[in-house]
Each structure stands twice: as C-alpha cells, then as structure tokens.
C-alpha cells in the first residue's frame, strides 16, 4: 500500500499550517495526524512516514507523538472495545 493525500487533503493540510507562527510546521502535528488516521483508519509506518514528510519534520518525532497518544493506533482496532 501506498500511503498518499489526495490534492484536497493537501489543501487541508496546508490550512492547517498556516495556523501556526511561520517556521512551525511541526506544531501542526497533532491535527495532521487525525487527518491521517481518519482516512487511512490507522497509523501505520509508511504512514507516519508520509506526514514526516508531508510537515518536514523527523520521523521519530511522529512516531514518538503516535506512541506516546492513545488516541492514535498503529494499528487496526478491532471491531469491539
């Protein structure tokens, strides 16, 4: 699978952006990542490679905010909680 954002999703992104002081594209993280799971239903690594690059941050710094969140999943959830 190739995980990528539609022209919209990028529009949405960059709306996001520029929300925040210039030059902070990582404080954007956090809602990037909701954007990503809502369309890609989890958080996998290739998708956490797509916002780290999609916001020119690190990697790790995406992967350190997906693990350290409950509220984003690396991986399917089940159909039951």
């Known amino acids: 699978m190739t ?3 539609s022209s919209e999703e990028r ?3 960059d709306a996001l952006v ?3 002081p210039e030059g902070r594209k990582g404080a954007a993280l956090l809602p990037v990542l909701h954007l990503a799971q809502e369309k890609f239903g989890h958080l996998a690594p ?5 916002v780290a690059e999609t916001l020119g941050v690190p990697p ?6 997906v693990t350290f969140y ?3 999943h690396e ?3 089940g159909q039951f909680h």
């Open 3 to 5: 995980a990528e954002f």
């Open 11 to 13: 529009a949405r992104i």
């Open 18 to 20: 520029q929300r925040y």
């Open 46 to 50: 290739e998708v956490q490679l797509l």
């Open 60 to 65: 790790t710094q995406v992967h350190e905010v």
């Open 70 to 72: 409950e509220m984003y």
């Open 75 to 77: 991986h399917p959830e």
